[in-house]
């Protein structure tokens, strides 16, 4: 049985959150834009914690039969995309965040309170 936008969205926030991501955001995007219901944006403070979300995710996503689409930058682990289908990932390296600031450019989006 396929999974929820909203159960996703809660599967990729328990799992950033047990890696200790830093800072987690998540936009609510229904009605905004085409590309997912959600964005999960956070950071981590190395290269080393990056790509340990980032695994993270791709773990949990698998065990709940996710069809993961696409993760972009893990070998760099500077900013790592992971598209989810209804749920975008972003897991920056702290510098990058701060540089690309994409909660700015997706303003209109709703912040959604997360546990």
């Known amino acids: ?17 047990e890696k200790k ?8 995007l229904q009605g ?12 981590g403070n190395s290269d080393v914690q990056v790509q ?12 709940a039969g996710v069809n993961i689409r696409g993760i972009e930058g893990m070998d760099s682990a500077r900013w790592v995309l992971m598209d989810l289908g209804d749920v975008i990932v972003h897991i920056f390296h702290r510098d990058e965040r701060e ?5 700015r450019l997706w303003s209109d989006a709703k912040v959604v309170e997360t546990v």
């Open 1 to 17: 049985m396929p999974i929820s936008p909203k159960q996703l969205l809660d599967l990729a926030v328990k799992a950033v959150d």
């Open 21 to 28: 991501a830093m800072d987690i955001v998540v936009l609510d």
């Open 32 to 43: 905004i834009s085409l590309i997912a219901d959600y964005f999960v944006i956070c950071h």
């Open 52 to 63: 340990s979300i980032a695994t993270e995710v791709r773990n949990k996503a698998q065990q």
């Open 99 to 103: 540089f690309y600031n994409i909660e």
